[in-house]
């Protein structure tokens, strides 16, 4: 797995803050892959706001 891109939330595409589209983006994976993962592993809204407002924005 290579990384292509910087870790950063893109304006475009994003459904709440653009976290799991930037992960997806950062890691070449699918942002679906990525979104019910977080979902599945129970990541909680703590863990997704403190990611959103770490990972800058595009």
Not at 28 to 34: F, G, H, K, P, R
Not at 49 to 55: M, P, R, S
Request: charged share 15%.
């Amino acid at each position: 797995m290579s990384i292509n891109t910087p870790l950063r939330r893109p304006r475009d595409g994003r459904w709440v803050g653009g976290v799991c589209l930037g992960v997806a983006e950062h890691f070449n994976l699918d942002v679906t892959l990525v979104r019910v993962l977080t979902v599945l592993l129970g990541v909680s809204l703590i863990a997704y706001l403190v990611a959103w407002a770490l990972i800058p924005s595009e």
